[in-house]
């Protein structure tokens, strides 16, 4: 099985682009699809992507994702940041070898 | 519109037990596999079982190693609802649950319910 991290916090001026890391720690990054889902204080979950780089419905264009199997992470880019972009942002795949579904720590992205 | 209504949360004390529903709505519920994820208060989550779209065979659900033996997972899709018994709760089951619907292709959840505060204390 495998672990994923994540920052704990990242912070970016509104306007600027962020990226947020996923590092998966054995395995192929490439193995499993990562997702990420954005919560808002007092909210649940939204998922702002999925199979690695497949943004869901309502989602807008300023968010991307990708992975690189040389650093084995995957990763979420906001551009053109605003302050309703503040949130905690989890990344999540699936481990088939114990037939969990994993998530990262979490990362506090704060917009100022 | 997709709605996932958890309820059942409280408090309860260490060594007891709760079961949560999740009363789905907006979409044909018999046909999509179900998880359960938690969330410590300001921490990260957890994911904790999933159940197939019958949920009556024996490979029909799954399990977290941090929970088996203690929850079983459980669902009737002719009340379009999930269950999550919990027995033998301990402090560290305190914890915000969210019901969450498979997307399919082990590509994660694309929907979640808003949440129920289960807290294990005496």
């Known amino acids: 099985n495998f672990m994923l991290t994540q920052p704990h916090s990242v912070s970016e001026s509104p306007g600027k682009t962020v990226t947020i890391s996923c590092t998966r720690s054995?395995?192929?990054?490439?193995?499993?699809?990562v997702q990420w889902y954005q919560q808002r204080p007092g909210s649940s979950p939204t998922p702002v992507m999925y199979?690695?780089?497949?943004?869901p419905s309502g989602v807008p264009d300023r968010f991307s994702g990708s992975i690189d199997s040389s650093s084995n992470s995957a990763s979420l880019t906001i551009s053109g940041l605003k302050t309703e972009d503040e949130a905690e942002y989890h990344c999540?795949?699936?481990?088939?070898?114990?037939?969990?579904?994993?998530f990262g720590g979490g990362t506090k992205l704060t917009v100022l | 519109e997709v709605q996932l209504l958890e309820s059942g949360g409280g408090i309860v004390q260490p060594g007891g037990s709760l079961r949560l529903s999740c009363a789905a709505s907006?979409?044909?519920?018999?046909?999509?596999?179900m998880h359960w994820v938690r969330q410590v208060p300001g921490r990260g989550m957890e994911w904790l079982s999933r159940?197939?779209?019958?949920?009556?065979?024996?490979?029909?659900?799954g399990y977290n190693d941090s929970v088996k033996g203690r929850f079983t997972i459980s669902r009737d899709n002719a009340k379009s609802t999930l269950y999550l018994q919990l027995n033998s709760l301990r402090a560290d089951d305190t914890a915000v649950y969210f019901c969450?619907?498979?997307?399919?292709?082990?590509?994660?959840?694309?929907?979640w319910g808003q949440g129920t505060l289960v807290t294990v204390s005496s």
């Open positions: 054995s395995g192929s990054i490439a193995g499993n699809y």
């Open positions: 199979e690695h780089n497949q943004r």
């Open positions: 969450t619907r498979d997307r399919g292709r082990y590509a994660g959840f694309d929907f």
């Open positions: 907006g979409f044909n519920f018999g046909g999509y596999w």
């Open positions: 999540q795949s699936y481990d088939s070898s114990t037939d969990n579904w994993l």
């Open positions: 159940t197939d779209e019958l949920g009556t065979r024996t490979t029909s659900t």
